[in-house]
């Protein structure tokens, strides 16, 4: 499989399975926003996001 990739009307995404849209957008956005950033708490970012 490709990095993202639909299978069965259900999203694959960096090792996590049966994503809806909706999740698949948010654990991008967590990702990109590591990445940019370079933290490495992921539950940091998660927290800001909910929050």
Sequence with gaps: ???V????????YDGTS?????????????DETLDHFGITDIAAVTGIYLG
């Design 18 to 30: 049966n994503l809806s849209a909706g999740e698949l957008f948010f654990w991008i956005m967590i």
């Design 1 to 3: 499989m490709d990095t």
């Design 5 to 12: 990739e639909e299978l069965n009307g259900t999203y694959f």
